[in-house]
Nanobody, 126 residues
Framework: QVQLVESGGGLVQAGESLRLSCAAS????????MGWHRQAPGKEREFVAA????????YYADSVKVRFTISRDNAKNTVYLQMNSLKPEDTAVYYC???????????????????WGQGTQVTVSS
């Protein structure tokens, strides 16, 4: 049984930073793509970032490129999302996810994970 447990969310002011963590169990971690989606109130869930199994390739939504960095530690079965220069529009529930395939690009990234975490709230005040 695959389990994903997020941590690190919270309330920060605009311009500050947060680091989200996601601990995974139940499958061979390094064989799978890991990533993050987010969902703001009243909006659809959207892709944020993903990283390949060995960490050689990363993918970002245009809205977070340069400000966010995704990384993984396969020895710890953990994926991270470092979020810098946070903006009020980054306020959302952030979901960790995993999939056997990479995101596909067709103007924006499309990625359909097969397992999700429970989510962690990130709130950025102005």
């Amino acid at each position: 049984q695959v389990q994903l447990v997020e941590s690190g969310g919270g309330l920060v002011q605009a311009g500050e930073s947060l680091r989200l963590s996601c601990a995974a169990s139940g499958r061979t971690f390094s064989n799978y793509v890991m990533g993050w989606h987010r969902q703001a109130p009243g909006k659809e869930r959207e892709f944020v970032a993903a990283i390949s199994g060995r960490g050689y390739s990363t993918y970002y939504a245009d809205s977070v490129k340069v400000r966010f960095t995704i990384s993984r530690d396969n020895a710890k079965n953990t994926v991270y999302l470092q979020m810098n220069s946070l903006k009020p529009e980054d306020t959302a529930v952030y979901y960790c996810a995993t999939a056997p395939h990479l995101p596909r690009y067709s103007g924006t990234y499309d990625w359909a994970p097969d397992y999700w975490g429970q989510g962690t709230q990130v709130t950025v005040s102005s």
